[in-house]
């Protein structure tokens, strides 16, 4: 089935541990993003990636990393996690950055 | 930075009507999104406008004025599955999404 792919589901993370979140899509979507989600302050936009090759910095991207080596994966690094960083983290894709943006079942986060 | 209010929460009854109300301040507007988002699940896509007027999609509908900087999305003949949260999402001139905190409706029997 076609779609967006997250992994893992869900993590317990000690602080000062480097984690990488994965995420693969296969519909060929050129644009691809990083969320996480808080609670009351909604979904804030970590990186993006509007193709292959090419990155951007969102609204809180300190402490995350990202790379764009192929058009379907696109993985979020925590250098060295700490526990303002637990959160739920949302994957999404886009058509390109003018279409509606899918999104990933998301991987929950917890830092320790 | 971007500014997006909606309100935390509405109640309503099962048929009834709902309009979740959205306003916002943006650097530029190249559009503005409506999703839902039911509990511990993935957001989905429900409507799109970028042109002042009236989308109407099935039992939803969305609504824009673009010099009021004022959204709505109407959820007509509600049902249970209906209960959710609803983010209003609007894209800046770097066409980047910033997202609302998002509205929780709650459809009672």
């Known amino acids: 089935i076609a779609g967006i792919t997250q992994a893992p589901t869900s993590q317990i993370l000690a602080a000062g541990r480097r984690m990488t979140l994965r995420c693969t899509q296969d519909m060929r979507h050129n644009a691809m993003y990083w969320y996480r989600q808080d609670l009351g302050l909604g979904l804030r936009l970590i990186h993006y990636s509007n193709t292959a090759g090419t990155t951007g910095k969102g609204e809180v991207p300190d402490g995350y990393s990202v790379s764009r080596a192929n058009t379907d994966d696109f993985p979020l690094t925590l250098a060295s996690a700490v526990p303002s960083q637990t959160s739920v983290y949302f994957c999404?894709?886009?058509?390109?950055?003018?279409?509606?943006?899918?999104f990933g079942d998301g991987t929950r986060l917890s830092i320790l | 930075g971007q500014n997006i209010d909606q309100p935390t929460e509405m109640t309503a009854t099962e048929g009834a009507i709902v309009q979740i109300n959205c306003t916002y301040q943006t650097s530029g507007f190249n559009g503005l999104f409506w999703y839902q988002q039911h509990a511990g699940e993935a957001p989905t896509f429900l409507s799109y406008?970028?042109?002042?007027g009236l989308e109407e999609k099935g039992r939803f509908s969305s609504f824009l004025s673009r010099s009021k900087g004022y959204s709505y999305l109407l959820l007509k003949e509600l049902q249970m599955k209906d209960s959710a949260s609803y983010l209003c999402?609007?894209?800046?001139?770097?066409?980047?999404?910033?997202f609302g905190a998002g509205t929780t409706v709650t459809v009672r029997a």
């Open positions: 999404a894709s886009s058509l390109d950055s003018n279409q509606p943006q899918h």
């Open positions: 406008n970028v042109l002042d």
């Open positions: 999402a609007v894209r800046d001139g770097d066409y980047k999404l910033s």
